[in-house]
């Protein structure tokens, strides 16, 4: 079967000249591993980031010591977020630290603006300051909090590699890239946690098979998913690009943002696994180039819903409020 080559480059333009390009990367796989469709390097090599979050909380599901706790899929669901910082993911952050009787302070990473124009809004509206509870991974970092206490292992560095929370991700990463953890390079993630570095068609295929196994009915893979599904708003927020995607497609489509634009995304029904890599890292080309290679690939219609093709195209607007161009996929 021949492998489809796509442009899901993005362009800025201003006055229908092509201004600016912003290079990107694909690979799409089925579970097996198959390379269906590449735009660029398929093999190329990057930081996985934040799309690395349902494996990296796999381990904690697969002790039991998440259910020892009673956390449902509301818990799930924010292990796996990069949040807005709105009052919600704030709130359940916190429960899940007061379940463990730890606190604010015990969370590794450190305290930023929150993520959605929302949670900008709230925060200052209630005049406070941005704490680590507002920090995009606080859900992930409360998972592995609790997986580390449960576990009986130290909860004083278990961000840092060689951690056994972190072993474990790490080894989990590795099942199911089927790329040997000798091989997977490591760095520290922009929350303080290990982060891990792999070909593109890898990542892919770790999603494909996340979504492959989870059509079986797989108990742990279906239960991400699910508590994804049923809590896109807790997986990003109001305004956040992968609550909108789940929305908008009813969950048949899953995606996890990456930072420096890194994404990752499963079909299940389709049996598909995406990742992509904007060359530069620039956020206004990473959505519009994921939408567009679900277009090519006939996962979304040519004709997006409102709240997606206001994604795909932007406006390029001036300081006298003047449209002067647009921020739009080449081909």
């Not at 362009?11 to 990107?24: D, I, L, M, N, P």
């Not at 089925?30 to 390097?41: E, K, T």
């Not at 494996?55 to 697969?62: A, C, K, T, Y």
């Not at 809590?231 to 497609?249: A, C, K, S, Y």
Request: glycine residues 10%.
């Amino acid at each position: 079967m021949d492998v489809r080559s796509l442009d899901i480059d993005i362009v800025a333009t201003r006055a229908s000249v092509e201004e600016s390009r912003h290079r990107v990367h694909a690979a799409v796989v089925d579970a097996s591993g198959r390379l269906l469709a590449v735009a660029g390097d398929p093999d190329l090599v990057t930081v996985w980031r934040s799309c690395a979050k349902p494996f990296q909380v796999m381990p904690f599901l697969e002790s039991g010591e998440f259910d020892a706790l009673d956390w449902d899929a509301r818990e799930l669901a924010l292990a796996c977020a990069s949040h807005g910082g709105e009052p919600e993911h704030v709130e359940l952050a916190a429960e899940m630290l007061e379940r463990i009787e730890l606190e604010e302070g015990d969370l590794a990473c450190g305290a930023h603006e929150p993520l959605s124009r929302r949670g900008i809004r709230m925060l200052q509206q209630s005049g406070e300051r941005p704490t680590r509870l507002h920090n995009n991974c606080s859900g992930k970092h409360a998972a592995m909090l609790a997986f580390a206490q449960r576990s009986g292992w130290p909860t004083l560095g278990y961000e840092q590699d060689g951690h056994p929370v972190q072993q474990r991700a790490l080894a989990s990463v590795s099942t199911w890239s089927n790329v040997p953890e000798s091989q997977i390079p490591r760095s520290v993630d922009g929350c303080g946690v290990v982060a891990f570095a792999l070909p593109l068609r890898a990542m892919a295929l770790a999603f494909a098979k996340l979504g492959a196994s989870a059509e079986r009915g797989e108990p742990h893979s279906s239960r991400i998913l699910e508590s994804i599904r049923a809590n896109p708003f807790l997986l990003g927020g109001t305004d956040r690009f992968d609550t909108v995607l789940i929305e908008e497609t009813g969950g048949t489509v899953i995606s996890k943002v990456g930072a420096e634009g890194v994404h990752s995304i499963t079909v299940p029904g389709a049996g598909l696994g995406l990742a992509i890599k904007v060359a530069d890292g620039a956020t206004r080309a990473q959505y519009p180039a994921v939408l567009r290679l679900l277009q090519h690939l006939g996962v979304l219609p040519d004709s997006l819903s409102p709240r997606l093709a206001a994604i795909l195209s932007t406006p390029i607007i001036n300081t006298r409020g003047t449209v002067v161009g647009d921020v739009r996929p080449h081909a």
